[in-house]
């Protein structure tokens, strides 16, 4: 079995038991991971502990090793969790999209509405490409899988311009959003500190108009 096969396992058993989780055992999961959200984006992989995680879920140490069996299998854990969650977030704004680039529009909004709630998600993947460089893989693959397979239908719907080569500009696009919500979400700060409960209007039509130029058909190209 390979590390990414495992990983997928790792979503709906215990790593450390191998066993399925029970409705009890998933909702005691779930408290661990929201923990360890926290935890890891305010103190970095190095300095977060597995005590630290526990005490802010409210949960006996003990409990912890019958989810996870070390530090780093939590962090996986959460990486391909926050991977899961901004997937649905974007997929489940994509729904009813009657274009493309109506899609396109869609799924970023639902990307950034995401990334303003969580924004441990850039420290946590971050850290990724040093604790655990296979499941940052497992992260982009698995966003660019999808990205690629709906650019590709939309290019034989003559909705996205065909000359495009889908897998770089899957790649494209997303570093382009990640990017940008790092500019104007995380680093963007008010008078009093706080970041933005979500991207600019202005920025996110200048994005949105920059991808609609760059996908669209070209004029006269045959569909």
């Known amino acids: 079995m390979s590390m990414s096969d495992e990983l997928v396992e790792s979503d709906l058993v215990s790593s ?6 029970t409705k009890r055992g998933e909702a005691t999961r779930r408290r661990l991971l929201e923990a360890a959200e926290v935890v890891f984006a305010d103190l970095g992989y190095h300095e977060a502990s597995i005590v630290k995680i526990t005490e802010r879920a409210g949960i006996g140490l ?4 019958l989810y996870f069996d070390s530090k780093q299998s939590i962090f996986e854990a959460l990486v391909l969790d926050l991977n899961r969650r901004v997937r649905h977030s974007m997929s489940e704004s994509m729904a009813g999209a009657t274009s493309r680039l109506e899609a396109e529009r869609a799924g970023f909004r639902g990307f950034f509405r995401f990334t303003a709630e969580h924004p441990a998600l850039y420290r946590v993947v971050r850290e990724a490409e040093f ?3 296979e499941v ?5 693959t698995r966003i660019v899988e999808g990205y690629e397979a709906g650019l ?11 000359a495009l080569d889908p897998e770089t500009t899957a790649w494209a696009l997303m570093g382009m ?3 940008i919500g790092m500019r104007f979400l995380l680093w963007e700060r008010d008078a009093d500190g706080k970041p933005p ?3 600019d209007p202005t920025v996110f039509a200048g994005m949105t108009r920059f991808i609609d ?5 070209r004029a006269g190209e045959e569909l």
């Open 213 to 217: 130029n760059a996908l669209a058909p």
């Open 16 to 21: 450390a038991t191998g066993r399925p989780l």
């Open 62 to 65: 003990g409990t912890f090793y």
């Open 131 to 133: 604790v655990s460089p």
């Open 177 to 179: 959003g990640e990017l």
């Open 152 to 162: 590709r239908a939309a290019q034989e719907a003559g909705d996205v311009d065909r």
């Open 197 to 199: 409960a979500q991207l």
């Open 136 to 140: 940052l893989r497992t992260h982009y």
